[in-house]
């Protein structure tokens, strides 16, 4: 029989051990691993049992063990140390606070997802790991964040594997009850809530959650509640569900709900309102109208409240494909935003912002992500490759800029190495380093042998064997429930052998079926007597994705066979909980994505945190740092005459390198059985890759490259009654209105010989129709560089050029001069951009005007 309703019961602690209930309900133990063991210590077996969830320990430990440990003075102490610690934790100076004034007393982050751990499944991949480690790193420097996102009833979905390998999606519904989340209340005990006015009369309702993610405080909005009628309480049913209007409606939550979620917390509990507004990719963009309206609401314009938006919003892309980004039919948008949604915002102005009216676009399409760029002054990707793809792909939304010169810059994604590097290495680092910070220990120290890193290595491994067998036994259970498990799982991988592992999202670009390509290769090399090699996969594919399902039933059936079934294995329900013993057991990361498109990939970063070697396409993150020596590329076949050859050249370099250079060098062993050369590539993988990848090192990045300048941006734009905001928006106006005739009519140069010499002065004369502007609204620059094909400059430099007094109703002239420094073919333009102290970047209008 089922139950009809279900709920969780907290267990009452005794009064010595309350301290486990804050311990439990702040996140900091998901990677703070002295409470971590903690909580083990209650009760192994369950401990095990709550995949390492410490509410689900508690509540269902034995109240008698409770007795028994109230009882232990050595237990009590240790908790007590725990929570003392946790305290020092949230209350001391750190990196953050050693910042010079400036530095911004808050930042909204806002994200579709967080996947912070295994026990709050809300997210889906890549994209909320990354969030859930932005958190982190953030609450490890200090960094005043308060995050922004959804509660998912049903999370993503829970995956299985049917027998003849094909994904099946199921959606149990999770009690925020025995979540570690507490409703934001009022003083009378109300629980805090937002309201968004819907089209048609009606109004969506959403409570207010919050997470304690160490120092942050993490809010989650929730329409399953009793104020909303059956349709609206679905809005937050799961991550990523529906389309359509239900994905709007989630997004309209996320963005405007969000920020009336902040308001209400600063409110309650007198936290700094944030000065800076970080959009995570454009789910969440909505939340800069809901910040205009506000403005609007105290006597601003639309176009000046739009200044003071963009000035504090920091906008990151996360995709690298048109295909990956949020569109709506404009007709849809203009249904919500010509209610009373947002006091004051007209609808046109809305649809502006959002609008494909650019060389390419789709007219009646509405774009979250054109509608981030335009409404964020600050963008960046999350690679360097990335960042180059995005201004690509956006260029169009500066119609005349060369590519580098679009204003989208890069933060390569870090990893939170406390989260994802496993304990027996933290273990390693801190009896022979005295560390447990391995970003920033000497692992080339001799004090770490390399039979030390090999056991450790080892240990990994096997590890990751137990828990694939556990793993398989499990879901063999679930397919053929009451039958014996075959005694094959007994033997599924081996411990010894060289493990390859890949797992991630399965769209059909990261080619999760690539090293199928040859068959009867891969079987050779699965199965080679002296070399062999084992690969663990893992993954979901989205549920309406049919071709990413075919890919995965396509390499299960191949797996299937018993000469390969103990040797190729995927493992159902990619989580955290999985990944952290995957990436550490794992000898080589495998990515191959279709290059350029794997925006950043940090599976492979956690990888290497553990020492792992990589074995990837350059793309993303491994194009940027990628050595030689801590692991191999995959070369792209670029020039290829189509995918299927592509294919073809590409697996066959992957295979060549894993029978020809990876398993040689790992299985080349010495006397002692440490496979020398291997290990000093796990050495320089930790001592070069573990600073770099650290999601530390990003979240700093992100300060100073931008949160800092963003909120002194908003702060200069806001003073004496936002009149910087009403300044320009005037004169970006003005600048509008004249831009059509601004021109440049005519350049002299001289100042070199006949024939150009390196050390000349080239000295450049530029006469530029201004049409009613001043020399001081505009930039007037030589752009120099390498001349090639066509006449298109490389390699460009900007030498700014500076206005000579003009008689009325003259072209002004413009004067400067370009050193000739290095030999070789040399290309000049020269190019007028607006300039005004309040914009980031020349090209932030989108205009500009070339000499012909």
């Known amino acids: 029989m089922k139950a009809i ?68 003075h050595a237990f009590v102490a240790q908790m007590n140390e725990r929570l003392d610690e946790l305290h020092s934790y949230l209350t ?57 996102g959804l509660f998912y009833r049903a999370g993503y979905f829970a995956q299985a594997i049917s027998a ?96 009336r979620a902040i308001k209400l917390f600063t409110e309650l509990t007198g936290s700094p309102t944030p000065e800076v507004f970080h959009t995570n990719e454009g789910h969440a963009g909505f939340l800069g109208l809901e910040r205009i309206s506000d403005l609007i609401g105290v006597g601003l314009s639309f176009d000046e409240a739009l200044q003071v938006v963009r000035a504090g919003t920091v906008f990151t892309t996360h995709t690298p494909v048109p295909a990956g980004i949020d569109r709506f039919d404009s007709g849809l948008i203009g249904q919500y935003f010509s209610s009373e949604l947002l006091p004051g915002v007209d609808v046109d102005d809305v649809l502006l912002l959002g609008a494909e009216n650019y060389e390419g676009g789709e007219p009646g399409t509405f774009n979250m992500a054109v509608m981030g760029l335009r409404l964020g002054q600050r963008a960046n990707g999350v690679s360097q490759l990335h960042g180059e793809v995005s201004r690509g792909m956006f260029g169009q939304l500066w119609p005349g800029f060369d590519t580098a010169d679009v204003p989208i810059t890069s933060v390569t994604n870090g990893v939170h190495a406390p989260t994802w590097t496993d304990p027996s290495l933290l273990a390693l680092a801190a009896s022979r ?59 599924l991988l081996d411990p010894d052998v060289l493990t390859i592992g890949f797992a991630r999202r399965v769209p059909t670009y990261k080619r999760l079926t690539l090293m199928l390509h040859d068959e009867d290769r891969l079987r050779s090399i699965l199965l080679s007597a002296d070399r062999p090699v084992q690969i663990v996969i893992a993954g979901k594919s989205h549920p309406a994705d049919e071709e990413g399902k075919r890919l995965i039933q396509k390499l299960v059936q191949f797996a299937s066979s018993p000469e390969l079934r103990t040797r190729l294995v995927f493992l159902e329900n990619y ?85 020809h250079q990876i398993a040689p060098r790992f299985y080349d062993r010495g006397s002692d059985g440490v496979p020398k050369r291997w290990v000093q590539s796990i050495r320089h993988t930790l001592a070069t890759l573990s600073p770099e990848l650290s999601a530390d090192r990003m979240v700093k ?17 806001s003073a004496k009654s936002f009149a910087g905001a009403r300044e320009l928006a005037s004169w970006k106006q003005r600048v509008f209105d004249a831009w059509p005739l601004v021109a440049v009519t005519h350049v002299e140069s001289g100042g070199v010989d006949t024939v150009p010499q390196v050390g000349d002065i080239l000295h450049v ?73 309040l914009l980031a970047s020349a090209a932030e209008l989108g205009l500009i005007a070339v000499a012909d």
Request: net charge negative.
């Open 5 to 72: 309703r279900r709920f969780t019961v907290r267990t009452v602690l005794p009064e010595s051990l309350a301290g486990l209930e804050e311990l439990a309900t702040n996140l900091r133990w998901s990677w703070h691993e002295p409470t971590r063991q903690l909580f083990a210590q209650l009760s192994p077996a369950l401990w095990e049992e709550s995949a390492h969830d410490p509410i689900g320990l508690l509540g269902e430990i034995d109240p008698s063990r409770l007795d028994e440990l109230a009882a232990d």
């Open 164 to 259: 003849d390998g094909w994904q099946q999606e199921s959606y149990p519904v999770l009690d925020p009850d025995g979540l570690p989340l507490s409703v934001l209340r009022h003083p009378d005990g109300t629980a805090g809530q937002v309201a968004l006015a819907l089209p048609d009369g009606r109004t969506l309702y959403a409570r207010v959650w919050q997470v304690a993610v160490g120092r942050i405080r993490l809010l989650l909005l929730d329409t399953d509640i009793p104020e909303n009628d059956d349709e609206l309480r679905s809005v937050t049913d799961r991550l990523y569900g529906g389309g359509g209007e239900h994905r709007l409606l989630q997004e309209l939550l996320l963005g405007i709900g969000g920020v």
């Open 701 to 717: 990045e992100y300060v100073t490259r931008l949160y800092v300048p963003a909120a002194e941006a908003e702060r200069t734009i």
């Open 765 to 837: 004369r530029a006469h530029v129709q201004l049409d009613g502007l001043t020399p001081d609204d505009v930039a007037v620059e030589v752009v120099y560089g390498r001349a090639r094909e066509g006449d298109n400059l490389e390699r460009t430099h900007h030498v700014a050029l500076e206005p000579e007094t003009a008689a009325p109703g003259v072209a002004v002239q413009f004067i400067g001069a370009v050193p000739l420094t290095r030999a070789g073919s040399f290309g000049y333009n020269v190019r007028v951009t607006p300039k005004h102290p």
């Open 575 to 659: 989580d955290i909980a999985m990944a952290q013993l995957l990436y550490p057991g794992t000898d080589v990361w495998l990515n191959n994505p279709l290059r350029p498109l794997e925006a950043c990939g940090t599976s492979g970063m956690k990888a290497a945190l553990n020492g792992s070697l990589n074995l990837s396409i350059l793309d993303g993150w491994w194009a940027e740092f990628y050595d030689e020596e801590n692991g191999w590329a995959i070369p792209s076949a670029d020039s290829a005459g189509d995918s299927a050859e592509r294919d073809k050249l590409e697996a066959e370099a992957m295979y060549d390198l894993i029978e």
């Open 433 to 491: 380093l005295g560390t447990t910070d391995t970003t920033s220990c000497d692992w080339n120290s001799p004090a770490v042998t390399d039979l030390d890193l090999w056991e450790v290595r080892n240990g990994m491994r096997a590890q990751l064997v137990q828990d694939a067998r556990r793993r398989v036994t499990s879901a063999l259970a679930e397919q053929n429930p009451g039958t014996i498990t075959p005694q094959w799982v007994s033997g």
């Open 92 to 148: 001391e100076p750190r990196w953050y606070q050693s910042l010079p004034a400036g530095a911004p007393a808050a930042i909204g982050y806002f994200s579709p997802e967080f996947g912070i751990a295994a026990a709050l499944p809300q997210y889906s991949g890549g994209l909320g790991i990354l969030a859930g480690d932005h958190l982190k790193s953030a609450s490890d420097l200090g960094v005043p964040i308060i995050g922004v």
